[in-house]
C-alpha cells in the first residue's frame, strides 16, 4: 500500500471507530502533498465524502487528480500556518461547518417529527372515537364487528422516492483529518511501514533517511527500527526553506530563507510540494533522529532525471529529495552499508511544475548533470 494510502486508511478507520467520523460524512483536509489525493481515493470506499483545501500554486495535475476522484477542491492563495485563511485552518472551519449544519438538520428533522407525532396522535385519537362509536352502532344493529385495530405507521424508506428520503440530501458532518497533528498519521507508519521494511530488509539495514511533511513517516518508522536495533541511523533530509534542519541539529526552529527576507508567497521556498515545515508537529515530535541534511531544489531536480535516466523511476520531487538523503548517508557511512529511504510520489502529480522545462527554466533549475556530480559540489 502507497504511503498516503495506509495514513488515509489509519485516520479514517480510527475516526469511523471513535465516532468522530460516521458513515456518509465528510472527511476534510488542508493538504499540498500526496495524502489529499489518498484521502479522495479512500473515503469513498468508507462511504465518507472528501473536501480538499490546496494552495492555488500546488501543481494544478493535483486538484485535477483529486477532483477526478470524485472529491471537491477548494484551491486558496498560499498563506502562513498562522493565518486564519491558511489551507489547513480552512479545512478545520468546513469540517466545524459541516458539524453545524448537520446539527441544525437533526433540530430541524426532530422537531418536524416531533409536530407530526402530535398531529398524528390527534388524527388517532379522533379516528379511534369514530371508529369506537361506529362500533356501537354496529354492535347496536346486531351487524359484523369492526376492527379498532391502530393502523401502522411505517418510517421513510431511504430507498423510496419521497421528499426528504434520500439520505445524500441530508449532511451527516464532517471531520478534519488533520494530517500534521493527528498522531493516527505517525501510528500507520510505526504499525505498518516500519514493520514492512523490518520485513522486507530482514533488519540487515544500517540507516534510514526521509524527508518531513506532517513528520508522520519518519517518526513512526524511526520510532520502530529503533525499537528493533538501536544501532540503526535514523536521519532527517531537509528542502529549502524549512525550519526542521536547524531544530534537529541545533535544537533551534530557524532557516536562513526567512532570515533573510528571501521568502515571498510560498509557506517554503522551494519547488519541492508536501515535504518541508517551519513548525514542530505533533507527529515529527516523536522521530528519534541521529542527525539531519539539507538538500537544494537543484538536487532535487537532477536526482528525478538521473534515477529516470538510470533506473527507469519517474518520481516527484519528494522521493527525489529522499533520494538525495540516501546518497549523502550512503557516502558518509561508506561501503558495505544498507541505506533505506522512501519513494512516495510519482512524476505524474508534478507534470505542470517539477517537469515542466519551461518552468525549471524560469526559475534556473534546468537539469545539466549526466551523472551524480552535482551532488559534490
Not at 460524512?25 to 483545501?53: D, M
Not at 459541516?98 to 433540530?107: C, F, G, I, S, Y
Not at 541511523?233 to 528571501?262: H, I, Q, W
Request: one cysteine or more; charged letters at 25%.
Amino acid at each position: 500500500m502507497p504511503q498516503g494510502d495506509r495514513v488515509a486508511v489509519k485516520i479514517i478507520e480510527e475516526a469511523l471507530e471513535s465516532g468522530d467520523l460516521i458513515c456518509g460524512g465528510t472527511v476534510t483536509e488542508g493538504s499540498a502533498g500526496s495524502t489529499a489525493i489518498s484521502l479522495a481515493t479512500v473515503a469513498p470506499a468508507y462511504g465518507c465524502r472528501c473536501h480538499v483545501v490546496i494552495p492555488d500554486d500546488a501543481a494544478i495535475e493535483k486538484s485535477q487528480i483529486i477532483e477526478a476522484l470524485g472529491a471537491t477542491v477548494e484551491r486558496v492563495r498560499p498563506v502562513s500556518i498562522t493565518h486564519r485563511d491558511h489551507f489547513v485552518n480552512i479545512a478545520r472551519r468546513r469540517a466545524l461547518e459541516a458539524n453545524k449544519l448537520a446539527a441544525k438538520q437533526r433540530e430541524s428533522n426532530e422537531t418536524q417529527t416531533n409536530g407530526l407525532d402530535h398531529i398524528n396522535s390527534k388524527m388517532m385519537d379522533d379516528k379511534l372515537a369514530t371508529m369506537q362509536s361506529e362500533s356501537k352502532k354496529t354492535q347496536n344493529n346486531d351487524q359484523t364487528h369492526v376492527s379498532t385495530k391502530m393502523p401502522h405507521n411505517s418510517k421513510c424508506d431511504p430507498s423510496s422516492d419521497s421528499k426528504g428520503c434520500d439520505p445524500s440530501s441530508d449532511s451527516k458532518g464532517g471531520f478534519f483529518a488533520d494530517q500534521f497533528e493527528n498522531m493516527a498519521n505517525y501510528r500507520a507508519h510505526y504499525e505498518w511501514t516500519g514493520p514492512e521494511i523490518w520485513e522486507q530488509t530482514k533488519g540487515s539495514l544500517h540507516a534510514f533517511v526521509a524527508a518531513a511533511g506532517t513528520g508522520g513517516t519518519i517518526a513512526g518508522v524511526s520510532r520502530y527500527l529503533k525499537e528493533k536495533n538501536r544501532s540503526i541511523k535514523c536521519f532527517l533530509m531537509d528542502p529549502p526553506g524549512s525550519g526542521l534542519f536547524n531544530k534537529v541539529t541545533r535544537g533551534v526552529m530557524y532557516t536562513k530563507e526567512e532570515a533573510e527576507g528571501k521568502r515571498l508567497k510560498n509557506p517554503f521556498d522551494t519547488i519541492t510540494e508536501g515535504i518541508g515545515i517551519n513548525r514542530v508537529t505533533r507527529n515529527f515530535m516523536m522521530a528519534e533522529l541521529d542527525g539531519a541534511y539539507r538538500g537544494t531544489d537543484r538536487e532535487a531536480v537532477e536526482m528525478s532525471r538521473f534515477l529516470l535516466r538510470n533506473d527507469g523511476l519517474f518520481l516527484g520531487s519528494s522521493s527525489a529529495m529522499n533520494c538525495v538523503g540516501a546518497v549523502r548517508v550512503a557516502r558518509d557511512l561508506g561501503p558495505g552499508h544498507t541505506i533505506v529511504t522512501i519513494l512516495c510520489d510519482s512524476g505524474m502529480r508534478h507534470l505542470s511544475k517539477f517537469f515542466n522545462d519551461q518552468y525549471l527554466a524560469d526559475h534556473g533549475l534546468t537539469p545539466t548533470a549526466t551523472g551524480l556530480e552535482f551532488l559534490d559540489k
